[in-house]
């Protein structure tokens, strides 16, 4: 079993970002995304995570931190160390997208304070 994890802060409260955290991955799995945000699309669903946990921190007014852990099996095949490396990077690449869906939505519905 492999684990891969990673973080990003955004500029959003952490209740904001804890909400949009479950559209996010919801949208990622059922591939509806609205207008404008197609290019958004997550590969979350595609992981084949067996377990997983994502942690919310407050990090002051407006700011949060969005911590993932995803464990995995590879698929047997002949090279698991690439394998681990490429559900590092689309876990690092979802989270960047996550942090511009975050932001967009947040602007969209005037979420700071």
């Known amino acids: 079993m492999s684990l891969v994890t990673g973080y990003i802060d955004t500029d959003v ?13 919801g949208r990622s799995v059922f591939d509806r995304f609205p ?24 990090l002051g007014p407006n700011r ?8 995995y099996e590879s698929d047997g095949g002949a090279e698991p160390g690439k394998q ?3 559900a590092q990077r689309e876990l690092d690449g979802d989270l960047r997208k996550f ?6 939505r947040c602007d969209q519905e005037l979420c700071r304070a």
Do not use: I, Y
């Open 84 to 86: 681990a490396a490429r």
């Open 99 to 104: 942090r511009e869906f975050v932001a967009r």
């Open 64 to 71: 949060s931190r969005v911590s993932v852990e995803l464990e």
């Open 13 to 25: 409260p952490v209740s904001f970002a804890d909400r949009e955290w479950r559209e996010f991955v």
């Open 35 to 58: 207008e404008g945000f197609e290019d958004l699309r997550s590969s979350l669903a595609d992981l084949d995570a067996d377990a997983g946990r994502v942690v919310f921190a407050d």
